[in-house]
């Protein structure tokens, strides 16, 4: 059974705080990861998706991925309370799927 | 369209219906999944299609519950005579092609309750 898994939380933080979101996954060939937020009532927005090892930036978040300890994360730098949200961590599947997380619940106080 | 379109936004039947789901994705997106998703929980992985074809249909949860696609389009999912346990909100997302490093874009869902 192909799994990722993420610490359910909730994650609280302070405003302007680093958050930091955590992620690992089973299938070591999995080859691309993603990073969706999901506000409550809403549906996934994709916010940042990783290819290679190493980190990707794009404005206040990085995404690191590590595949020989296979483990992504996802950190949010200045951390506002708009950012409040569940974080679903992706793993691409073998069946041209997503495997997704239950996702990391973020709570950014003012 | 600009974005994932889903309809009915909400869904209230009783128990016994059936219901039909419908999801136009993103235009020039072959590939389309469904995912159910229950109040708190993650989500659920129904079905996915790769143009007319579903080469994967492992989510399905019983044999009630049913999908197809016409014409690399829109696609409707079926459930058959409804059971409480089956009130979740639907999910449908579409991806460029279905490829495992493609992005999924989720629509706003159907919120279906079961009475």
């Known amino acids: 059974q192909k799994e990722v898994e993420q610490n359910s939380g909730p994650l609280s933080v302070p405003e302007g705080a680093i958050a930091s979101l955590n992620c690992t996954y089973s299938?070591?060939?999995?080859?691309?990861f993603f990073w969706y937020r999901q506000y409550s009532g809403k549906s996934p927005e994709l916010i940042m998706s990783i290819y290679s090892n190493g980190d990707k930036e794009d404005g206040r978040f990085t995404a690191q991925l590590n595949k020989a300890s296979q483990y992504v994360s996802l950190l949010i730098r200045d951390s506002q309370p708009s950012d409040s949200a569940t974080y679903l961590c992706a793993a691409g599947g073998s069946q041209g799927n997503l495997i997704f997380g239950k996702g990391t619940k973020l709570s950014v106080k003012p | 369209g600009a974005g994932v379109s889903q309809s009915p936004s909400n869904k209230v039947t009783e128990k016994g219906k059936d219901v039909e789901l419908r999801c136009d994705p993103i235009?020039?997106?072959?590939?389309l999944y469904w995912y159910r998703q229950s109040l708190g929980q993650g989500l659920e992985f129904l079905i996915y299609f790769q143009g007319n074809s579903a080469p994967d249909k492992s989510g399905l949860p019983s044999d009630r519950f049913s999908a197809e696609r016409t014409g690399g389009s829109v696609s409707t999912l079926t459930i058959q005579r409804t059971q409480q346990e089956d009130s979740a909100v639907y999910l449908c997302a579409s991806s460029l092609q279905g490829y495992s490093n493609q992005p999924q874009h989720f629509g706003d869902g159907t919120r279906l309750s079961i009475l």
């Open positions: 235009s020039g997106h072959t590939a």
């Open positions: 299938d070591r060939g999995s080859q691309s």
